[in-house]
Every structure is written in C-alpha cells, then in structure tokens.
C-alpha cells in the first residue's frame, strides 16, 4: 500500500507539536530541489513563521581536531540539565559523487541524539560557502516553531567565507586548541573579528597549563582585532573531555543575550539581508541558466578560463547581453 503523502496542514501541526519525526520530514521538503516541494515548503513556512524566534540562536565553529562534535554533545546536554530544549544543524561536507551529508553527526553525538530533549540534523553543505547548508535559514525556523528554544549550528570547519555563518545566528563560538602559537598564525583575521566567545578546547590534564596561557594570547587577539562596544568577546576555558567549562560558558551566553536591543537589531539586519542573498542567488541563476543563451555564455566562460579575456570585459559583456 502506497503511503499517504503529508498534507501542509499536517506538517504544521506536527512541527507545532514538537514532532520530531514530522519535522526531520519537513527539512528534507525544504532541502528537496523539486519544484513542487518548494512550493509546499513555502506554505509551511509561511504557515509557522509567526511561531519563531524565540530561541538563542548560537553558531559554533573550530580548527580541525578541535572536538567541536565533543564540545557540542556536551554542551548541548548541559543546556538540556538547565531547562533547555536543544536542536544542532550539523552540516558536514558533502560527497563530491553523491552531494550528500558524508560525516554523519548523529554517529558522532549518539547520546545527545538519543534524548527526548535534542534533535540532531546532519545536513550536506553541497559546495556551499560559508560552511553552511543552502537550507540552514529555513532549518532552524522550523525547530524554532517544534519548541528548541537552543539552536547550535556547527560549521563545517575554519575558512575565510566561513564567518557568513555569523550573519544567520545571535552569538558566534569559536573554539580553538590549546597550542595558541600555531593556531593563531592559521587562523584566518575574519573569523576572530567575528567571534563573540572563543573557547580553549581541551583544556586538561597535562594541557590544562598550556590552555591557559593560549587563554590569554587569544584574549590579547581578540582585543586587537574585536571593535565592539556593546560586548567584549571573552576567551574561556573548557574540557568537552572532562566536560568541565560549560557553566561559566552557560551563563556568559545568558550575560550576552542581556543586550536585547542589539540582540534584535542584528537579527532584523539579518533578515533583509537573507531576502537579498536568496534574490541575488536566485538572479544569478536566472541569468546564467534561462536569459542568457547557453552558448554565449560557454564562449565567454572559455575566453576567461583561457586567458583570452579579463573577468571585467567578460562581466561587461554578459550584463550588455542582458540588457538587450
């Protein structure tokens, strides 16, 4: 017997009564590239827009091997003891072949996932800058609307793009190790302009002393490249090992979101900005892919690859194009 297909109707209340099932289901819809999908998605999220917002939204990104998928777990069921209802938008990255999700958090956090109190989405990045799903926006809307009042978005990793991560959440973490020398000379100045609190990761046993002295020398930087008057980014220390650190970062979290007028500035900045990357990616689509013959376009393409023409005489080109 063929499964009956999810009305909108039964999507929204799923999502509004905290179904778990119903709103992984709903992810997938918004993640589908099919046409018909994006149009139920739509409807959905028109549907439970007005239940959203009202979660700290907290992004969390981090050096290779710093133990974000640790950190995260731990700290995410400390949330959880304090009252929480918790929802991580893991995003790995994607199969090249496949274009899908190729870590799988949900192996990486089994004891956050398995509580009745998380919900643990791993999605593909699918080549997307930033370190950040297409779809991550519309993701955290809907675990807003099922009742996740903590929202954790781990990035893929450390990059140059990846502090886009930054424009979608409230507080950025960052967490680096405790060998501050080396990570600060790769780390790239962006991402630390960004950051709202760095995090020394692994701070025990014989690194406890190592840990901080890099607290510091990440303080000094964070000083130096940080011009924010409403907040101070702080540099703490935690073990997501020993699982000691999450409550002084608990409560400096709750310190930061004391400062509601900015909290709700950057998130009305935030919104107009997403209406405009969704418009300009959507154009740019419509340019390359349906108002431009395909043809010109390749020649041009080539011309560029090979030499034979700059980047701006070809921009020039294809926007004189459209304009005819």
Not at 55 to 83: L, N
Not at 237 to 259: C, H, P, V
Not at 301 to 308: G, L, M, N, Y
Request: proline share 3%; aromatic share 8%; with cysteine.
């Amino acid at each position: 017997m063929k499964k009956k297909s999810l009305t909108k109707d039964d999507y929204v209340k799923g999502i509004l009564d905290g179904n778990k099932t119903i709103l992984a289901q709903a992810i997938t819809l918004i993640e589908s590239q099919k046409a018909e999908h994006q149009v139920l998605a739509q409807e959905i999220l028109d549907e439970i827009y007005p239940f959203t917002g009202n979660s700290k939204r907290i992004g969390i990104s981090g050096t290779p091997g710093v133990g974000k998928s640790t950190f995260i777990e731990g700290f995410g069921k400390y949330c959880i003891e304090q009252g929480s209802k918790v929802a991580v938008l893991a995003v790995d990255p994607s199969s090249h072949v496949s274009q899908g999700s190729i870590l799988g958090d949900k192996t990486r956090m089994q004891e956050l996932a398995s509580h009745e109190k998380a919900f643990i989405r791993p999605s593909p990045s699918r080549g997307q800058l930033g370190g950040i799903g297409q779809k991550t926006r519309e993701a955290m809307l809907l675990c807003e609307a099922a009742g996740f009042d903590k929202i954790l978005i781990e990035t893929v990793g450390v990059g140059q793009s990846e502090i886009l991560v930054a424009s979608m959440v409230d507080c950025f973490f960052l967490l680096l190790g405790p060998s501050a020398g080396d990570e600060l000379q790769g780390i790239k100045r962006g991402i630390m302009e960004v950051a709202d609190l760095v995090i020394v990761n692994k701070a025990d046993g014989p690194m406890q002393e190592l840990a901080k002295v890099a607290q510091h020398e990440y303080q000094r930087a964070v000083k130096i490249l940080r011009n924010d008057e409403s907040w101070e980014p702080k540099v703490l220390l935690a073990s997501a090992l020993k699982k000691t650190g999450f409550a002084e970062i608990y409560g400096t979290l709750n310190q930061f979101f004391l400062r509601k007028n900015e909290v709700t500035q950057k998130r009305q900045k935030q919104k107009t900005q997403w209406m405009w990357d969704l418009t300009f990616h959507r154009l740019s689509n419509y340019l390359k892919n349906e108002k431009l013959d395909a043809k010109f376009v390749e020649q041009v393409e080539a011309k560029v690859t090979h030499s034979q023409l700059t980047p701006t005489r070809a921009h020039e080109l294809l926007w004189q194009a459209f304009l005819k």
